[in-house]
């Protein structure tokens, strides 16, 4: 638009000044005023996670570190059950008795001496009478059926008593235990019952 087409009157702000700026203008920002909110986020924002995660950690809802009791629902039905009814005597439980150890088995008895089986007595020895007192011994011992004569067979080293069956083992045994002599032998010359033989070993 030209200035003679202008129809106001002329003011004075239609004076152009070539100093330099006129009218409502900013001022140029500090370094400060452009950084402080970031500050602010910083240091603000840690405050309040730490602040949140202390509050969610005291909830036990949501930490879980506190030991929870778990109480299984009980069935009103079972309840019962074990509950005795009023009134019902209730028998007390039979105490259980220990077990008895078993018993070992007793050993089987010695079988005893047949005082009655007939003992022959030898004289083996050129010792007069020696057959005759190990008969005596044999009767004060006990036993019933007692003969004394002289060996006719080869001399031996040592006194035996000589028995014909397993039965009479302990028969013999005991006619030496009676005379002191130690060899008890199982021999086919004691066929009919105990058989002594003394030797030049044997002490009247």
Same mark, same amino acid.
């Given at each position: 638009?030209?200035?003679?087409?202008?129809?106001?009157?002329?003011?004075?702000?239609?004076?152009?000044?070539?100093?330099?700026?006129?009218?409502?203008?900013?001022?140029?920002?500090?370094?400060?005023?452009?950084?402080?909110?970031?500050?602010?986020?910083?240091?603000?924002?840690?405050?309040?996670?730490?602040?949140?995660?202390?509050?969610?950690?005291?909830?036990?809802?949501?930490?879980?570190?506190?030991?929870?009791?778990?109480?299984? *629902?009980?069935? &009103?039905? $079972? !309840?019962?059950?074990? @509950? %005795? =009814?009023?009134?019902?005597?209730?028998?007390?439980?039979?105490? /259980?008795? *220990?077990?008895? &150890?078993? $018993? !070992?088995?007793?050993? @089987? %008895? =010695?079988?005893?001496?047949?005082?009655?089986?007939?003992?022959? /007595?030898?004289?083996?020895?050129?010792?007069?009478?020696?057959?005759?007192?190990?008969?005596?011994?044999?009767?004060?011992a006990g036993?019933?059926? /007692?003969?004394?004569?002289?060996?006719?067979?080869?001399?031996?080293?040592?006194?035996?008593?000589?028995?014909?069956?397993?039965?009479?083992?302990?028969?013999?045994?005991?006619?030496?235990?009676?005379?002191?002599?130690?060899?008890?032998?199982?021999?086919?010359?004691?066929?009919?019952?105990?058989?002594?033989v003394l030797?030049?070993?044997?002490?009247?």
């Amino acid at each position: 638009m030209r200035s003679g087409d202008y129809p106001y009157p002329a003011d004075d702000f239609d004076q152009v000044s070539t100093v330099g700026p006129r009218g409502a203008h900013r001022a140029p920002r500090s370094r400060w005023s452009r950084w402080w909110p970031f500050a602010v986020v910083l240091v603000v924002l840690p405050v309040v996670a730490f602040g949140l995660v202390t509050w969610l950690s005291d909830w036990r809802g949501l930490t879980g570190t506190d030991d929870a009791v778990i109480t299984a *629902p009980v069935d &009103p039905e $079972e !309840e019962a059950a074990e @509950e %005795p =009814e009023e009134g019902v005597p209730v028998e007390p439980e039979e105490p /259980v008795e *220990p077990e008895e &150890p078993a $018993e !070992e088995p007793e050993p @089987e %008895p =010695e079988p005893e001496p047949d005082l009655t089986r007939p003992v022959e /007595v030898f004289n083996a020895t050129s010792v007069t009478g020696l057959a005759g007192g190990a008969a005596a011994r044999l009767e004060t011992a006990g036993f019933s059926d /007692v003969a004394a004569g002289n060996w006719s067979g080869a001399r031996p080293e040592a006194s035996s008593v000589l028995y014909g069956s397993e039965e009479d083992r302990v028969t013999a045994q005991a006619a030496a235990d009676a005379l002191g002599i130690g060899a008890v032998e199982l021999s086919a010359e004691a066929a009919d019952g105990i058989v002594v033989v003394l030797g030049g070993d044997y002490q009247a």
